[in-house]
Structure formats: C-alpha cells, structure tokens
C-alpha cells in the first residue's frame, strides 16, 4: 500500500515547518523557489529509500530484445532501450526459451575481455553485464546511459531489465509522491531548512537539522527490509550460479 500525499499537502507543511505560513510572510519566497524545494528533498529521500537495497521500492523493469553480434545497448529516449527515466540499474534476465530464464550477472571492468571467447549464449554458461553511463565518450552531455554484455549475444534473445527510474517532480498541485509511511516530512524538513538559511535564522534551521536526523534515521532503520518477518539472506557471489549443468566456481 501507498501513502500518497500531495504537492498542496507538502507546500502547506513545509511553512509550517519554517512558520512562514501566514500571508505577510510570502515575500520570503516565491512560489517557483518553494516548489524547487521541495522537489529536491523528495530528491533526497528518495535515493535514502532506494539505498536500502535488502528488498526495494520504487523498482520498475523494462523488456528489450538484443542482437546478433551487438555488446552495447544504450538506454535512453530513442536508443536501444528506449527508457526515458532510467537512474540506476539493479539486474539482468535473459530468457532462453522454453521457460529457461537466467540471471545475468555484473562483470567488473578489469574482467570486460574474460569472457570474449564465448562464442554465443547459451544456457549453460552465465551472462554478465555492466552499466557504462555513457555508451560513447563523444556524446559525454547525452541524457542518454548504455549497458555492455558479454559476450555478445549470437542473435535475438528476449531480456528484462530491472531499475530504478528517476523520480519526476511534482508540479501540479495534486501530484502525489509516495512517502511509503510518512518518510515525506524529511523531505518537508529539507526544504524548511532551505527557506530558514535563506532568511538566515539559523537557530530555527539548526533544530530542524536535528529533527532530519532523526527521520533519516528512521528511514534507514524500518526500511532495512521490506520484510517484517525474515531478515535477507547471504547472497551466493559464484560466477556460475543459478546456470543448468556446471558447478558453482
């Protein structure tokens, strides 16, 4: 479940926060410099809550398809994997047909010619990828990311990638954001603290200060798993893992 509160909801709450709700005190700020604001806290909160990795929120996929021959797919609007929000990402299936799904895996770049001598994919052996930002130093102010895989892939195989999208601020009044369990008043203490050091009243900035400690610690403590009964388990690392036929290495 969700705990959707509105852009209106946030704006009220953060000059409460600040005490700059009455009227008198609107020339303090502007409208476009609140919203700004508030938009950058939820910013930080959201990559608070994504850090907790256990068992994650906010995660989307996206399926795409590889080609024959071709190691490096480029993530954006119009690229080879036309996501238009993607931020971070977190896995790889591969789908082999005939209900053989596998879990590709991260390859450090110090290994990116390892694996080369592959000649396809087949199930059997694993299949590693790297998120590479830009796929070409040349277009280094492209909006766009890129993934590698090795080895490159002997034709078309169906794929889903897993990620984090950016978060899309809020504009209209009755945009909502997700504060999961009313995580939001860390954003609304963020943006208070902006608008408090901007009138320089430091004494009232620093107590919210402390206040935000607080929620991010709240934060990172109920958000340690998203599993209220079992905690996670240790993660098997071996390069062949979850594969059908070869033994762990």
Request: some cysteine.
């Amino acid at each position: 479940m969700a705990r959707l509160v509105t852009l209106a909801t946030l704006r009220s709450r953060v000059k409460q926060r600040a005490n700059v709700e009455v009227a008198s005190n609107s020339a303090l700020y502007t409208a476009a410099e609140l919203d700004d604001n508030i938009n950058e806290g939820i910013a930080k909160l959201y990559d608070l809550v994504i850090a907790q990795q256990d068992q994650p929120y906010y995660l989307s996929q996206f399926p795409f398809s590889t080609s024959n021959a071709k190691d490096t797919y480029v993530i954006g609007a119009g690229g080879d994997i036309p996501i238009t929000n993607f931020y971070k990402g977190k896995g790889l299936d591969v789908n082999f047909g005939q209900n053989i799904i596998a879990s590709a895996k991260p390859f450090m770049w110090g290994e990116r010619n390892r694996f080369k001598w592959y000649p396809t994919w087949i199930y059997s052996q694993p299949v590693f990828y790297l998120f590479i930002g830009k796929a070409d130093g040349s277009v280094a102010n492209s909006g766009n990311d890129a993934i590698k895989l090795l080895p490159s892939p002997g034709g078309n195989f169906s794929c889903v990638l897993w990620f984090y999208p950016i978060i899309a601020p809020l504009v209209a009044p009755t945009d909502t954001f997700d504060g999961i369990n009313g995580f939001e008043e860390y954003a609304v203490l963020d943006a208070a603290i902006k608008l408090l050091l901007k009138q320089e009243r430091f004494d009232h900035a620093q107590a919210l200060m402390a206040r935000q400690a607080e929620e991010r610690l709240r934060v990172e403590t109920m958000l340690t798993s998203h599993d209220a009964e079992n905690p996670a388990r240790v993660q098997d690392t071996s390069i062949n893992d979850g594969y059908i036929g070869y033994p762990n290495y």
